[in-house]
């Protein structure tokens, strides 16, 4: 059964959308039945171009994603989600949605690389693009299958601290 991760930014434009696609990537790559998705509690519509670039520049496909609300997720029918990561730290100071099933919650905290002066923006983006890289490869290494919510959650957050 494919273990689906939501990965929430309050905008849905950078980190989020990284998490999604380097998980998604190394899924693919590695084999692993796992899906990401991503949104925002207040989608800005449009993905950052400098996120884009880096994964276009890490030979990420990037087709397909866009900037979207959280709430396509806690709708009826919506994938059902086994990891919700938050990755900016205004998402993880909201009040996310109910969602079905009590999935694993854990926030991994990046700074936004669109903060960045601007002549150090692409540098920054490609640094959040490969912390979040690594951090995805290390959950992929999980037997995410056969691991309980409680064995989930406990793993999650023992990432959290290297």
Not at 7 to 21: D, F, G, P, Q, Y
Not at 23 to 30: M, Q, S, V
Not at 100 to 115: F, L, M, R, V
């Amino acid at each position: 059964m494919t273990t689906n991760v939501l990965i929430l930014c309050t905008h849905n434009s950078a980190r989020s959308v990284l998490a999604e696609a380097m998980l998604n990537h190394w899924a693919r790559k590695l084999g692993k039945d796992v899906k990401a998705f991503s949104a925002g509690s207040t989608p800005s519509g449009r993905i950052n171009s400098y996120a884009i670039a880096a994964l276009n520049n890490a030979d990420v496909d990037t087709r397909g994603y866009r900037s979207k609300s959280w709430d396509e997720f806690s709708r009826p029918g919506a994938p059902h989600m086994r990891i919700v990561i938050t990755v900016c730290d205004s998402a993880a100071a909201e009040q996310c949605p109910y969602w079905p099933g009590t999935p694993a919650q854990i926030h991994w905290g990046y700074e936004d690389p669109s903060n960045a002066p601007e002549a150090k923006r692409a540098a920054a983006f490609e640094s959040t693009r490969q912390s979040i890289s690594d951090r995805m490869l290390e959950l992929l290494q999980l037997p995410l299958a056969d691991m309980s919510n409680d064995e989930l959650q406990r793993a999650l957050e023992h990432m959290s601290h290297h």
